[in-house]
């Protein structure tokens, strides 16, 4: 492990902030927690003051909120990454992160699987951007395929919203061409499909551990016609979701 990076943590809940440090105080990994803060006024001169590598935030807190901060530093030029964390699994909230720029937005209570894979990837990019310093010419290609990585995370947490690609190209800076291309390369399908992939993959999980009416999955992965989810459903699993359903419980019946 090369460089160890500096990371400010703000959260306004005293026992939440001693955890958040035990998570992610990883040497190890390559991460030191230089300060934990509960109120803006002390974020905002550790953060100045301090040039942390990774801003670590609540979105709720009293003063002002994780997004509030983010933006406060972004429009002053401040190029750390920031991570929001939130106990609310809200579609506005992560979409404003995301358009500020936040490297993630996570949802409590972390996991020290969760953080571990977190830290690799933040690790990653850091170490990226130190590449960039030294070799300009490679910065268009790794930021691309950040914006890009970012977009699919975002995709996978939001695939049963109304998801066009013109508009989350916009969305991460990337040329909605150049999206199309990098779909067919790294996931071997266009836009479209993986959408639809991750939503028949959600519903087939759906029909195996619960007992949901295929009506109200088609709903909770973004159906609003009912009759064409099952048409979907058969042309990606060639059966009907009921078929489905009643062919995995036969398998379970017999232990297979």
């Given at each position: 492990?090369?460089?160890?990076?500096?990371?400010?943590?703000?959260?306004?809940?005293?026992?939440?902030?001693?955890?958040?440090?035990?998570?992610?105080?990883?040497?190890?990994?390559?991460?030191?927690?230089?300060?934990?803060?509960?109120?803006f006024a002390d974020a905002l001169q550790i953060i100045e003051a301090g040039h942390p590598d990774v801003v670590i935030t609540d979105v709720r807190m009293p003063e002002i909120s994780g997004l509030d901060l983010m933006s406060y530093f972004r429009g002053r030029g401040v190029e750390c990454e920031f991570v929001i964390v939130s106990g609310f699994a809200e579609f506005a909230y992560a979409q404003q992160a995301v358009k500020l720029g936040?490297?993630?937005?996570?949802?409590?209570?972390?996991?020290?699987?969760?953080?571990?894979q977190l830290l690799a990837r933040l690790y990653k990019k850091l170490e990226g951007k130190e590449a960039e310093k030294s070799d300009p010419q490679i910065q268009e290609p790794l930021e691309n395929e950040t914006n890009f990585d970012r977009m699919l995370k975002f995709i996978e947490q939001n695939y049963n919203q109304r998801l066009y690609l013109k508009d989350l190209a916009q969305q991460f800076f990337l040329a909605p061409n150049y999206c199309c291309n990098l779909f067919m390369k790294k996931k071997g399908m266009t836009f479209s499909h993986y959408v639809t992939h991750l939503r028949m993959q959600r519903a087939a999980l759906l029909l195996e551990s619960t007992e949901l009416t295929s009506a109200r999955i088609s709903q909770i992965i973004g159906f609003d016609d009912y009759a064409y989810f099952n048409k979907v459903f058969k042309k990606?699993?060639?059966i009907t979701p009921s078929e489905?359903?009643?062919?995995?419980?036969a398998i379970q019946a017999k232990g297979v």
């Open positions: 492990m090369g460089r160890v990076y500096a990371i400010v943590l703000v959260d306004d809940e005293p026992w939440t902030l001693v955890y958040l440090k035990e998570l992610f105080d990883q040497e190890a990994l390559g991460f030191h927690v230089i300060a934990a803060e509960r109120s936040a490297f993630d937005y996570c949802l409590k209570p972390l996991s020290a699987e969760t953080v571990r990606h699993f060639f489905y359903r009643k062919g995995h419980a």
